[in-house]
């Protein structure tokens, strides 16, 4: 007899959220989302709810509402943005008769999405990290005079209204540089980070998706690596593909750290190959929900999200002890345009000519969020 499929609710609507409902088809989907144009709303997979704004303190009473309808069959949660995070965090006891999910200590988990918590926490246990000084007000600039340059200048969390006019991120090759770019930063943005820049291609940029249960054991684990990053050198994940040859050292590295700051849940950490200094440095983690490029794993023969499904919903999951060996699929996942934007402008351009080359929205298996991005742009240019 087929056991029932464990219910899931995946929070958020972008190709983050659309690759979770892709990487748990085999699970009872339900997505909560805040825009109808978002990719993950099209996605065959999954029923759809709206909510008024995922990101706000409301998410919480629209998530008790909507668990009524799961009629006492309490469903996975997972997230998928950041802010939602805080919210759900905030209100975890308010949830947890609701939904499975594990969280850290939440003053742990502020921290951690802190640029300075994150720096503190890693220094504390010894963890190897580029050293940066933290800018809350003009008088600040005096205390980066002492750091290595160059450097990234770059705000301590995300901001919209920073966004909007600024960049995601500076390279900058002296204090002067600093200096002549914060004032107009500080005004919308005070909190800002100078760390010192480690040497490197994007394709040095290798990350860890793992996810602790609630005793702190590692349950599931997957290495990959950046191919290309959009913008250049300061942005996000363009294409990535698994990074077998890196997965004992990084999961290790990711597992030290954990354990000694006793954190549980999802944890994706990023690390940077240094040409100069010659090893692995930890840049920063995304916790508590998935990553933005989270699919290449299940792409990659090693589904990490339906193992952290199982266990949460009670089933028993064979612990991860080999990561290394968890890669049967040669994939490259790639979002369509930032991945285009990086190679027209000088991006590297790794070959993996026998490496299947999978599109972050795009799929014959699921044609309708590709169809409506592309009718999106379409509309754009003719208007």
Known sequence: MMSAKIPVLVVGGSANALGVLRSLTHC?????????????????????????????PTVVDELIQLAARFSGNKPVLLLTEEKT?????????????????????????????????????ANEVGAAIPQGRILSQLADLALIDDLNYPCVFKPLEQNEAYSRQFKKAYKVSSAAEVASLYPAIAAVMPQMIVQEWLEGADSDIYFCLAYFDAKGQLLSSFTGRKLRSWPLQVGGTASCTAAPEAATELTEKTVKFCQAIGYVGQMGMEFKFDAQRGGFYMIEPTVGRTDYQHEIATLAGSNVLA??????????????????????KKVVWYDEIADANALANGGPNVLCLDYQRVAAVWRWSDPTPGLMSFWRRLKRKLS
């Open 28 to 56: 009872e989907l339900h997505l909560l989302c805040d825009s109808e144009q978002a990719p993950a709303w099209h996605s065959r997979w999954g029923q759809k709810h709206r909510s008024a704004d995922t990101k706000a």
């Open 307 to 328: 193992a952290m499904v199982a266990s949460l919903a009670g089933q028993s999951i064979a612990h991860a002890t080999a990561p290394q060996h968890a890669f049967s």
């Open 85 to 121: 995070v805080v919210q759900v965090s905030a209100a975890r006891e308010r949830l947890a008769p609701f939904y499975h999910f594990v969280f850290c200590d939440a003053a742990m988990l502020l921290a951690l999405q802190s640029k300075s918590g994150f720096q503190q926490l």
